[in-house]
């Protein structure tokens, strides 16, 4: 359930030869000012290393300390769970499986001459995931999310990842695969269409609001909680609508499209639509019942009278149906995949699984 995690280290101490760089401050060349020179820790002759910042990047963990300008110094390591118990991040890990990998965290970090008690450390960032194997290829989901909306968050599209975020939380969904493809991971032993669902808390204070701890000692009895509060962030952002609610969202992005062919042939704009995006490919997306709610809308508006609605109704879901029965008998099989029944299967698995 848990990926990457990062934790502000509350009590630290750098020891002599410790395996850290040190990146000096930037030099002002006209008044030779030293722009970023703060004190990041005293040294075991009581001296103060100064710089602007000092790092760690190791095979497992990555160290950050960081002063700033308003007074103090902080120490982030950061890491990924499945990665170090298990070589790669697919599958989860357990809660003493988790545990083992937070020991093995303290001790490589004393290793590199960092001593910590981490048990006392705060979680920055937690991210929480989900892998779903689905019954389509991701591409066939993308329309669907392209129309999905978070309350209070930008959604990005980056092809393969859809991303709804604000500076507190992230909701992230992407080809899980093509992932690890694109990192020359071998995947073959891999179910191949896995959807990857991450819920991740950017800060302490909203894993605090979320988690109802922030303490890496407190992690262990709130174990169980991890998975509820992943289903209630994407139940509520995301998968909170009804089946029906999401007819009648892809109708309006059916009815955008009929607006535009009918601005340029008013006539037979319908058709238009249809030569273009293809009838199949159009009930297969959209499904029948957006396609007529928006012919219908568009049409009254139009006052158009309601025998001509009905004619134009029937004469489009008609062929929506011959489409698909003629694609049917080309596979051999009824595929029936609708934006709507493509929402109702990610919800399931999502939230109520």
């Given at each position: 359930?848990?990926?990457?995690?990062?934790?502000?280290?509350?009590?630290?101490?750098?020891?002599a030869g410790a395996n850290l760089l040190i990146q000096p401050s930037p030099l002002n060349y006209g008044t030779g000012e030293l722009t970023s020179y703060f004190p990041l820790w005293r040294n075991e002759n009581g001296e103060m290393e100064m710089g602007s910042k000092a790092y760690l990047n190791a095979k497992n963990l990555n160290v950050d300390i960081k002063p700033y300008p308003q007074g103090g110094v902080q120490c982030f390591v950061h890491f990924s769970i499945p990665k170090i118990h298990n070589g790669e991040n697919?599958?989860?890990v357990g809660k003493e499986g988790t545990q083992a990998v937070l020991k093995q965290v303290e001790g490589e970090l004393k290793e590199a001459g960092i001593k910590t008690n981490i048990e006392e450390a705060s979680l920055s960032r937690i991210d929480t995931f989900q892998n779903v194997i689905t019954e389509e290829p991701f591409f066939s989901y993308s329309p669907l999310f392209s129309l999905l909306q978070a309350s209070r968050k930008v959604r990005r599209d980056y092809g393969s990842t859809f991303l709804w975020s604000n500076t507190q939380q992230e909701l992230c969904v992407y080809d899980k695969i093509a992932e690890m493809e694109n990192r020359k991971l071998e995947t073959s032993h891999y179910p191949a269409q896995t959807m990857r669902f991450e819920y991740r808390l950017l800060n302490k204070k909203k894993i605090e609001k979320a988690m109802g701890f922030s303490k890496v000692k407190e992690l262990p009895s709130h174990w169980g909680d991890f998975k509820e509060t992943f289903k209630k962030a994407w139940e509520k952002d995301i998968f909170k609508m009804e089946v029906g609610e999401v007819e009648i969202l892809a109708s309006k992005q059916v009815r955008l499209l009929l607006e535009h062919f009918r601005n340029e042939n008013e006539r037979n704009y319908i058709d238009s639509l249809f030569d273009f995006y293809g009838a199949y490919t159009l009930g297969r997306?959209?499904?029948?019942?957006?396609?007529?709610?928006?012919?219908?809308?568009?049409?009254?508006?139009n006052k158009t009278d309601r025998e001509t609605i009905k004619k134009k109704i029937q004469r489009a879901g008609k062929k929506l149906e011959e489409a698909q029965k003629q694609m049917e008998l080309l596979k051999g099989e009824s595929e029936g995949k609708t934006l709507a029944s493509l929402y109702k299967e990610l919800q399931s698995k999502v939230c109520l699984n």
């Open positions: 359930m848990l990926d990457t995690v990062k934790l502000c280290l509350n009590d630290w101490e750098i020891k697919y599958y989860s997306d959209y499904g029948i019942t957006p396609l007529k709610i928006a012919i219908r809308e568009l049409e009254q508006e």
